[in-house]
């Protein structure tokens, strides 16, 4: 069942100046319910844009949002109500925090919630433990944190708000390998036990073939396909248009197929990769 | 936050366009004095024929101007109704209303009605003119560049112009780059369930507190890595430093200034004949 469908949205910046650009142009979308979504496309290709609709930060010029059944722009002052749904982790959201202590800075949603200090100190506890936050870190301050431990107070921030979906852009931009496995590992995990919807914006290919369910690829403000993984990677050329590209790793497999070493060709993944090949080793000794 | 008429800089070609910063300060210096010596009707005829002829010149349309004024509108307006009800005179009042007895009485003279007229046009004529030459038509490099420049002669008696100079070029630089963030913050606030817009005063301002730390934090940031970056490039201060682009006086700046001598004269002279002013 999707839990979000974007009906014709269209979205223009700078409206009857010179600098006018078409940000989204008709984009007809549907995200599956307790699916990770990821959301590819080229720098400037108008995936914050889409994303920023999606919790209401932005209103379409035409078409319509529907969140869980319902246009979120039906009651336009209840748009807040469609932001504790919708959790929405900006760019950089290290950048965010204000509080004196983290545990207060990721009660900071949830308080706006107006729930109760028991709820509240619950959900600190919940969201820092997906986060890898220790109880001695929640009494820091968050500006004595390093950069990835940062960006993971933010995201226990919005993780306490319970939301229903969860929209994530570039989770893992600047962060070392390390950094990213905790965080987009951390972020999977969570929706494992949860059964949140995740939506992640991302240019790494590497990262969406490893943890994204579908794919939607955006080039020039446009939605120029949607589909599982494979099929979508499937199609080098329209990859190719939007300025992206399969993951390094389906390079090597296509080159391997071109020598003539028979493996499949639906590999995105290294570790997919390294069982194929192993596999493909012990065919031909046995053989 | 995107209306912010601030250093708009309309790209153009215009004489005045390619006139020298220098001479562009020394003008709205000479056109301020002429505005606040005119006296009367004809002078700020005058003087508004020469706002228009100078906005005609350098092709910024007046729809980009008129914008500009926009937001300051409730301001003209306030000042002007203020003036009108200060101004007292001789003749009979057009009418007078008793607000508190023995105290306040507002009363409404032509004259006050004139005056109330010639300040709103004296400061609309002032927003266009300083306007059109420091923002429309000049970039704020220019403009710092051309107070540099011009006050160089200060640096004799130890004043740091080229230190004012540069903060003024970085404060201006990062004008729209605090812009971006703030809608960045206010973003991520509320997505996080904040509200800016309801609740009582005490209320928004505290709403205000997880916005405004952020921008700290980050403007120092970004200050300490752009002192960092200066390092690195051998900025050491204005002594030694050559341009890429000298400022040179040319024919055109020299008319210039000639002209808004005339203007200055015409307004004084206006003065003196239209109504037997004095100096």
């Known amino acids: 069942m999707s839990i979000i469908e974007l009906k014709n949205v269209c979205y223009v910046y700078g409206k009857k100046t010179p600098y006018q650009i078409n940000a989204l142009e008709n984009i007809d979308l549907r995200i599956e319910e307790n699916c990770i979504t990821g959301i590819i496309g080229h720098t400037g290709s108008g995936k914050s844009t889409l994303i920023q609709m999606l919790n209401g930060l932005m209103k379409p010029d035409s078409g319509e949002v529907i969140v869980d059944g319902e246009n979120i722009w039906n009651k336009p002052k209840e748009i807040s109500k469609i932001r504790y749904k919708v959790g929405m982790v900006m760019q950089y959201p290290e950048y965010q925090l204000f509080a004196d202590t983290v545990g207060e800075d990721i009660a900071y949603g949830p308080k706006n919630m107006g729930l109760s200090n028991d709820e509240i100190n619950h959900r600190i506890e919940e969201s820092a433990r997906f986060c890898g936050i220790d109880a001695q870190t929640l009494q820091k301050s968050p500006f004595d944190l390093s950069g990835g431990q940062k960006r993971r107070v933010a995201l226990a921030g919005v993780m306490a708000m319970r939301p229903k979906i969860l929209v994530l852009d570039e989770p893992a931009a600047g962060l070392d390998p390390r950094g990213r496995r905790e965080i987009l590992g951390g972020i999977c995990e969570y929706r494992k036990q949860s059964g949140t919807t995740v939506i992640i914006v991302s240019h790494s290919m590497e990262d969406m073939a490893m943890y994204c369910d579908r794919l939607a690829v955006m080039s020039h403000g446009k939605l120029a396909m949607e589909g599982s993984c494979s099929e979508v990677f499937a199609q080098t050329e329209i990859l190719k248009s939007a300025g992206l590209d399969v993951p390094e790793i389906s390079n090597i497999i296509s080159a391997l197929r071109l020598k003539g070493v028979k493996i499949s060709r639906n590999i995105y993944t290294v570790d997919g990769a390294f069982s194929a090949i192993c596999d493909y080793v012990r065919r031909s000794k046995n053989g | ?279």
């Not at chain 2, 003008?27 to 003087?47: E, N, T, W």
């Not at chain 2, 980009?64 to 200060?86: D, E, H």
């Not at chain 2, 005179?89 to 508190?100: G, H, L, N, Q, Y």
């Open chain 2, 1 to 279: 936050m995107d209306n912010i008429a601030l250093g708009q800089y309309y790209e153009g070609n215009s004489v005045i366009h390619r006139l020298d910063p220098r001479s562009k300060l020394l003008f709205v210096i000479v056109f301020i004095v002429s505005i606040f010596v005119a006296k009367d009707i004809y002078a700020f005829a005058f003087l508004a024929a020469a706002v228009v002829l100078f906005v005609a010149v350098s092709r910024v349309p007046i729809r980009i101007i008129l914008k500009g004024l926009k937001p300051l509108t409730i301001i003209i307006i306030f000042t002007a109704v203020l003036n009108m009800f200060w101004t007292t005179s001789d003749a009979d009042p057009i009418f007078s209303v008793t607000i508190i007895p023995n105290f306040w009485t507002m009363t409404l003279h032509w004259k006050g009605l004139i005056n109330a007229g010639i300040l709103a046009l004296r400061i609309i004529l002032l927003l266009i003119g300083t306007t059109l030459f420091f923002s429309y038509t000049t970039t704020p490099i220019e403009l710092t560049d051309g107070l540099e420049k011009g006050l160089a002669p200060l640096k004799k008696i130890k004043v740091p112009v080229h230190e004012f100079a540069m903060m003024m070029t970085i404060a201006l630089r990062f004008i729209p780059t605090l812009v971006d963030e703030t809608t960045k913050i206010m973003n991520a606030q509320k997505a996080r369930g904040a509200e800016f817009s309801s609740g009582g005063l005490i209320k928004r301002a505290k709403a205000l507190i997880p916005i405004i730390i952020p921008l700290f934090v980050s403007s120092f940031r970004r200050a300490e890595e752009l002192a960092t970056a200066m390092e690195c490039r051998c900025y050491h201060g204005g002594n030694g430093r050559t341009r890429m682009k000298v400022l040179k006086m040319k024919a055109r700046d020299y008319i210039f200034l000639l002209l808004s001598i005339a203007m200055l004269a015409g307004v004084i002279l206006i003065n003196i004949y239209a109504n037997g002013y004095k100096l």
